[in-house]
């Protein structure tokens, strides 16, 4: 099994940067898509950003031009680079991977335990 852990959250002032890092653990054969969601109070958990395998990145329209994405291959490890923080960013957010299963041979989604982002002043 393929395990992912989060860090990086924590509190930060409006117009702050945090950088949050995702590493995968445990039988990793392949990891396809990476990415991060969140989750904010009393709302679905939505898309923030997501990377392939060969760097190909997508944001909600919400963080386009203040936050990245960005992957370490060799390292299994996702990033999110996070600039220009709103208070409205305020979330859990969760780390996401398609890793290749074994015993179905075929993709499953992985998710971390997440890691709290707060922009407070």
């Known amino acids: 099994q393929v395990q992912l852990v989060e860090s990086g959250g924590g509190l930060v002032q409006p117009g702050g940067s945090l950088r949050l890092s995702c590493a995968a653990s445990g039988s990793i054969y392949s990891i396809r898509n990476m990415g991060w969601y969140r989750q904010a109070p009393g709302k679905q958990r939505e898309l923030v950003a997501t990377t392939t395998s060969i760097g190909i990145t997508n944001y909600a329209d919400s963080v386009k031009g203040r936050f990245t994405i960005s992957r370490d291959n060799a390292k299994n490890t996702v990033y999110l680079q996070m600039n220009s923080l709103k208070p409205e960013d305020t979330a859990v957010y969760y780390c996401?991977?398609?890793?290749?299963?074994?015993?179905?041979?075929?993709?499953?989604?992985?998710w971390g335990q997440g890691t709290l982002v707060t922009v407070s002043s």
């Open positions: 996401n991977a398609e890793s290749f299963t074994v015993n179905i041979g075929g993709y499953l989604e992985v």
